[in-house]
């Protein structure tokens, strides 16, 4: 066996068989590739569980419909392809597993996707260990999220552009992502996760109309809720987040990570005794639960 299947830490199913991610490959007829038309589900994973895998694939089967996809697959499949590829993640390590389905080939050019087949392409890709993430400093972005009339933000697409731009520019001014607002200056979400922020005691967040339903925000306003914390989901202008003492971001890959400064404002709450810390501690109880009794 070669030196990249034995060091290699990241691994991808692709049309049936198991290759080192750096040797996947696909067409250059693939519409993921042309268009960026493809949806996509990424979770992590916990002494080899893939956390919340049933919430994901239920998400991945509603992007596909609303792209009229064809999404036929078994979930025990998945869960078992899944496996595979964790067992050849070194011992100790947890991974990213990206589950991905492409439209398929185009066919003779045409833009229009009659009789195409799609491609699933699946990854397991080891994390660096896990450790405490610094609170992150935040700018608004002078790139606008795609309205609900453009691409519905219930589909996770593989089309990142916006998303990419954003946080391009704001690691151009020296943050490390951006907040991006809706055409009319509705305060939405990060480049890639969901964004909520504390005032008062109580706890607010972009209403699912204008962002993606992340399961890690489902599952942060299930333990704020159960704590006895007001969440409250809205359209909240650019100027409510002014005067937040708290904010956190919220995914499926990072958890809960806190926000340190918006625009270069110090957000003022002492991060120890913050509600982001307690909710923080909470989830990691909560995927420790999920991993060790088997939820998937």
């Given at each position: 066996?070669?030196d990249?299947?034995?060091t290699a830490?990241?691994?991808?199913w692709i049309a049936g068989e198991?290759?080192?991610t750096?040797a996947?490959?696909?067409?250059?007829?693939?519409r993921g590739?042309?268009?960026?038309?493809?949806?996509?589900e990424?979770l992590?994973?916990?002494?080899?569980k893939?956390?919340?895998?049933?919430?994901?694939?239920?998400?991945?089967?509603?992007?596909?419909?609303l792209?009229?996809?064809t999404?036929?697959?078994?979930?025990g499949?998945?869960?078992?392809?899944i496996?595979?590829?964790?067992?050849r993640?070194p011992?100790?390590?947890?991974a990213v597993?990206?589950?991905?389905?492409?439209?398929?080939?185009?066919?003779?050019?045409?833009?229009?996707?009659e009789?195409?087949r799609?491609?699933?392409i699946?990854?397991?890709t080891?994390m660096?260990?896990?450790?405490?993430?610094p609170?992150?400093?935040l700018?608004?972005s002078?790139?606008?999220?795609?309205?609900?009339?453009v691409?519905?933000?219930a589909?996770?697409?593989?089309?990142?552009?916006?998303?990419?731009?954003?946080?391009?520019?704001?690691?151009?001014r020296?943050?490390?992502?951006?907040?991006l607002?809706s055409?009319?200056?509705?305060?939405?979400?990060?480049?890639?996760a969901?964004?909520?922020w504390?005032?008062?005691?109580?706890?607010?967040?972009c209403?699912r109309?204008?962002?993606?339903?992340?399961i890690t925000?489902?599952?942060?306003?299930r333990?704020l809720e159960s704590?006895g914390?007001?969440?409250?989901?809205?359209?909240f202008p650019e100027?409510e987040?002014?005067?937040?003492?708290e904010?956190?971001l919220?995914s499926?890959?990072?958890?809960i990570v806190?926000?340190a400064?918006i625009?270069g404002?110090?957000?003022?709450s002492?991060?120890?005794?913050?509600?982001?810390?307690t909710?923080?501690?909470?989830?990691?109880?909560q995927?420790?639960?999920?991993s060790r009794?088997?939820?998937?």
């Amino acid at each position: 066996m070669s030196d990249i299947h034995q060091t290699a830490s990241s691994w991808t199913w692709i049309a049936g068989e198991i290759v080192p991610t750096a040797a996947a490959s696909i067409g250059v007829l693939d519409r993921g590739f042309l268009y960026g038309e493809s949806v996509f589900e990424t979770l992590r994973t916990v002494e080899r569980k893939a956390l919340f895998l049933s919430d994901h694939l239920m998400r991945l089967r509603k992007s596909a419909s609303l792209l009229g996809m064809t999404c036929d697959f078994d979930d025990g499949w998945m869960e078992q392809l899944i496996d595979q590829l964790l067992a050849r993640i070194p011992a100790g390590e947890d991974a990213v597993v990206r589950i991905t389905m492409t439209r398929g080939n185009r066919i003779g050019g045409r833009l229009e996707a009659e009789g195409c087949r799609s491609r699933w392409i699946v990854t397991a890709t080891a994390m660096e260990p896990e450790k405490s993430r610094p609170p992150l400093h935040l700018v608004i972005s002078k790139f606008r999220k795609a309205p609900p009339d453009v691409l519905d933000p219930a589909i996770k697409s593989g089309n990142f552009l916006s998303s990419i731009l954003a946080r391009e520019d704001a690691i151009g001014r020296g943050a490390d992502d951006g907040i991006l607002l809706s055409p009319e200056g509705i305060l939405t979400e990060t480049s890639c996760a969901n964004l909520f922020w504390v005032r008062d005691g109580e706890v607010f967040t972009c209403s699912r109309e204008l962002v993606l339903e992340g399961i890690t925000r489902g599952c942060a306003i299930r333990l704020l809720e159960s704590s006895g914390i007001e969440v409250i989901e809205g359209l909240f202008p650019e100027l409510e987040i002014r005067s937040a003492q708290e904010a956190f971001l919220t995914s499926s890959v990072t958890g809960i990570v806190a926000v340190a400064s918006i625009d270069g404002r110090d957000l003022t709450s002492d991060l120890e005794s913050s509600i982001t810390e307690t909710l923080r501690t909470q989830y990691q109880q909560q995927i420790l639960t999920a991993s060790r009794g088997g939820v998937r």
